[in-house]
C-alpha cells in the first residue's frame, strides 16, 4: 500500500467535503434548486474576485475562458498586446491569432517577470492598442507579475482593457480586480478553488462591456453577453456543470470561512518556507525574480534529469509532482502549494525531494530542507 | 421529508456507483494513473458509439461539441442544410450563422420529424453543400428522426458530411456510426451516459478530417485536430475534466454489462409504456410521428397551463421534469426515461402526472395510466 499525494499545480487536492457535497444526486438546471444554490456561488465569487462586476461560470477549462477573453471583446485586425514569459503567456498570443489579433507580442525570458514599463512602452508604440494580456502567475515558471502596477498603467486608458489570466493567482494571493481596476479576470476550478477542473470563471468590468459592444468576432459557447444576460437572472446560456457547481458552493464556503487575508498569508506562509527549504536542501529555485506563491518551481541540479526526479517522486513515493514544459523539461520540477493545503504538504513534498535526489546520488543533507521548512512553519508558542 | 425524482431529459440521474467514483481522491491528468483511464475510456466509448474513428472528449457543454463540429469542418462562405425540427435544430443554424456558413434551413413543424426526402432535394439544389446537420432526437418536441435513411443519402457523397447531434440519442437507441457512414455524432455525458453534465463528445470520420483539412474559421478551445493528436497518445489537448472522466470510466462499466442490445430495448420497452400510460390517463403525447424513446413530451390538455403541471409535479410531489420551451411554453411538458431509468421510474412519472392532471381538476381515472404501464412492463411469468 502506498499512499498518494497530489503537489501538481492543477488539478490540485479537492477537499473530502467538496468530494463528498459533488456526490450529492443531481439536481436540474432549470429548476429552483439551482437557482437558490447559482446565486449564493455568484455572489460569493464576486467576494473571491473583490470585485462587483459579473462573474461568468463556464462549463469548460480556464483556456475556454482565456479563448472567450480574446473572441469577445476583439474583432480581427485588432491590436493587442500579449505577455509571453512562459508557456500561458505564448497561449494568449496563439489564441490571439487563431481570431485574426494583431499580437505586439514581449517576450520575456521565462523565469522573470515583465517590467510593467516594457507595456507602457508598447502602448505608447500603438496606443490603439484594444487589450493587454497577462499571467498574474506564470505556472510554467513559477513566476507572479505585478498585476497592480501594471493595472495602474492601463486603467486609466480609455479604451484599453487589461485581461488578467489569474488561473494560479486567484485565491493565491491578492488580486483586487475592482480596486486596481482590471477589467477581465480569469480563473479555472481546479486551482486555489480546491475543486475538479471542469469550470471557468471570468469577471468582466463595464469598459469591457462596452468594447464587447463593438468587437466581431466568431463565437458561439463562450458568448458571454448572453452569458451575462441569462446569469443575472440565475441561469445559464448552457447545461452548466451542475455537480461541479454544487462543490463550488461548499469550497467557497470553506475559502469565505477563513477569509481572503488569512488564505494569502497562508500560501505566501507556504510558499516561503517550500523556497527557503528548498535552498537549504541544496538546491535553486527556477524563478530569477518574483516567485509566485501558488508553486515552486525548482531547478534539477547539473547532470539531474528533472523528469526523472519527477518520476521517481510519483513511482518511490507516490508523490505527483510536475515536470518542466517545452524547454524546461529535464530543466526544472514544480511542486504546487495553492489550494487546500497546509504545513505537512510542504514538509512532505520537502522530503519527497530531499530523498528522490539522494536516491540520485545527489549530496543532500537528509531532513535539512525539512528541518528549514520546521523553523519557520512551527508555532511559536 | 418530501424525496426528490429527477426525470428531466438532462441532467438525468447519475447511478450512486458513478457518484462514488467521481468522489475518488483528485488525480494528475499528465500522470500514468490518468493515461490508463483515458484509454479505457476511450475503448469503450468507441463501443457505444459503434465506431473505430476517434471519439474526442471534450470539457464543455454538448453545445460546445456542435460548436466544434460547425468551426473544425466548415469556413465562411461555406454551404450547409440545416434541419430545424425544434430548438436545437435551431440551434445548428445559429451557431453555422456566428461562423459565416451560409444556412439553407429546413424547416419541419415543431412536433413532427424531417422526411428524408427534402434533404436529398436540398442537395441536389446545392450539390456543392459542405455539411447536413440534424438532430438524432430532437429534446425540445421529443421527436426522433430516420438518421439510418439520412444517412444512406449523404454517404455515397464524396465531399458532403452528416452530423448528428445525437445528445439523446445514443445510448437511448441504435445510432451505428460506421455502419450507416455518419461522419459527426456528437453527444454529452448527462443523458444516456448517466453523469453530471460537463463532458461532450464527438467522434470524426476519415471524410470529416479531410474536410477539416481544407476547412478555416476562428477556433482554439475547440481544435478537433490538435485534440486528436493529443487523444491518441491518451492525453487532452487543455486540462480535462478529471472527475467526470472517473464517473464516465464506471457508467462505461454499467453500460458494457448491460449491452447495446438490452440498453436500446429496454429504453424502447419504459418510452413505450409512458406513451401507452399517457394515453390512457386520457393525455395525448405532442409528436405526431415517431416518438423519441429518450423522453415523452405530453400536451397540456385544453385549459390547462403545461408550465403549472411542471410546477406542481415539483412542488406537491418532488418531481423535476420539463416544460416547454419558446413557443411550446405552457403547450406540453416532457418526461425523461433516459438513462439510469427502470420500470418503476416509468410508474412515478405517470402516478404523478395522475395526481397533479387531478389536481387541476381534470378528469383523470386515478391509476389508469399507470395500470397501463403495469400491464406492458410487468415481468410475464
Chains 1, 2 share one sequence.
Not at 462587483?52 to 475562458?65: E, I
Not at 498569508?265 to 517550500?274: C, F, G, Y
Not at 529555485?285 to 539531474?304: H, M, R, V, W
Request: charged content about 20%; overall charge neutral.
Amino acid at each position: 500500500m502506498q499512499k498518494r499525494y497530489l503537489f501538481a499545480p492543477g488539478p490540485t487536492q479537492v477537499p473530502p467535503e467538496v468530494l463528498l457535497a459533488m456526490a450529492s444526486p443531481m439536481i436540474h438546471h432549470r429548476a429552483p434548486d439551482f437557482i437558490e444554490l447559482f446565486e449564493q456561488v455568484r455572489a460569493d465569487l464576486q467576494w473571491l474576485f473583490q470585485t462587483t462586476n459579473d462573474v461568468l461560470v463556464l462549463a469548460s477549462s480556464g483556456t475556454g475562458g482565456m479563448e472567450g477573453s480574446v473572441a469577445n471583446f476583439l474583432s480581427p485586425g485588432d491590436k493587442a498586446i500579449v505577455v509571453n514569459m512562459g508557456k500561458f503567456g505564448e497561449r494568449w498570443g496563439k489564441i490571439c491569432k487563431s481570431f485574426g489579433v494583431v499580437v505586439d507580442e514581449i517576450a520575456v525570458e521565462w523565469g522573470h517577470s515583465v517590467d510593467p514599463g516594457q507595456i507602457a512602452d508598447a502602448l505608447k508604440k500603438n496606443p490603439d492598442t484594444k487589450a493587454v494580456f497577462i499571467q498574474a502567475s506564470e505556472t510554467s515558471t513559477g513566476v507572479a507579475n505585478n498585476t497592480q502596477a501594471i493595472a495602474d498603467i492601463i486603467c486609466p486608458l480609455a479604451d484599453t482593457i487589461l485581461v488578467v489570466d489569474a488561473i494560479t493567482a486567484l485565491g493565491v494571493f491578492d488580486i483586487r480586480t475592482d480596486a486596481w481596476g482590471i477589467d477581465v479576470v480569469i480563473t479555472g476550478s481546479q486551482k486555489a478553488l480546491m475543486l475538479p477542473p471542469g469550470l471557468a470563471f471570468v469577471s468582466v468590468s463595464k469598459k469591457a462591456w462596452a468594447l464587447a459592444d463593438k468587437a466581431n468576432n466568431s463565437y458561439f459557447y463562450y458568448n458571454f453577453k448572453k452569458e451575462a444576460e441569462s446569469q443575472r437572472k440565475q441561469q445559464t446560456a448552457f447545461t452548466p456543470a451542475v455537480s461541479m457547481i454544487v462543490g463550488l458552493k461548499e469550497a467557497l464556503r470553506m475559502l469565505k470561512e477563513e477569509g481572503l487575508e488569512k488564505i494569502f498569508s497562508r500560501h505566501a506562509r507556504l510558499a516561503n518556507a517550500m523556497r527557503e527549504g528548498v535552498r537549504e536542501a541544496g538546491l535553486a529555485i527556477f524563478p530569477k525574480e518574483s516567485p509566485s506563491n501558488a508553486l515552486t518551481a525548482i531547478q534539477a541540479p547539473d547532470g539531474i534529469d528533472g523528469q526523472k526526479v519527477y518520476s521517481l517522486l510519483r513511482q518511490s513515493y507516490g508523490v505527483t509532482a510536475a515536470g518542466g514544459q517545452d524547454h524546461l523539461k529535464g530543466k526544472i520540477f514544480r511542486i504546487s502549494h495553492m489550494g487546500y493545503v497546509d504545513t505537512f504538504d510542504v514538509i512532505m513534498a520537502l522530503s519527497a525531494v530531499e530523498m528522490v535526489l539522494k536516491d540520485l546520488g545527489y549530496p543532500v543533507l537528509l531532513g535539512a530542507g525539512v528541518g528549514k521548512a520546521e523553523a519557520l512553519l512551527r508555532k511559536s508558542i
